[in-house]
């Protein structure tokens, strides 16, 4: 009966420990797609601030001490990247505390698309 009770106990603890272990794992690759996520975010916002970093610094730039720069500028001939922040893929922060930034990143990605300004 004892040797029956070692043998349970064991099984147990390793049946506990593979269970710990899956969790891990399965959190790790949460983790990791998210990481991805924000990579994916992160290179969408950089691709929008290079485009408007050039668009400055080539148009506006240039004549920004003319009185009537308005008239002047030429027409911007390049489109700007036609990439969007998937901000469905990160919806997984509502249930974080940075549950703003989602909200952020919204309202950016409808200022760039709209070339408003706040």
Do not use: W
Not at 20 to 42: D, S, T, V
Not at 74 to 103: C, G, M, Q, T, Y
């Amino acid at each position: 009966m004892a040797e029956f009770a070692i043998q349970a106990f064991a099984t147990l603890i390793g049946a506990a420990a593979a269970f710990a272990l899956e969790a891990l794992r399965r959190r790790h690759e949460r983790q990791g797609a998210q990481i991805e996520q924000f990579k994916a975010a992160l290179f969408v916002l950089i691709l929008h601030r290079t485009f408007l970093r050039t668009l400055h610094a080539q148009h506006l730039m240039l004549r920004s001490e003319d009185p009537i720069r308005a008239y002047s500028i030429h027409p911007i001939l390049v489109a700007p990247p036609h990439e969007s922040v998937d901000l469905l893929a990160l919806s997984f922060l509502l249930s974080s505390k940075e549950a703003e930034l989602l909200n952020r990143l919204g309202v950016a990605e409808a200022q760039y698309r709209t070339c408003g300004v706040s």
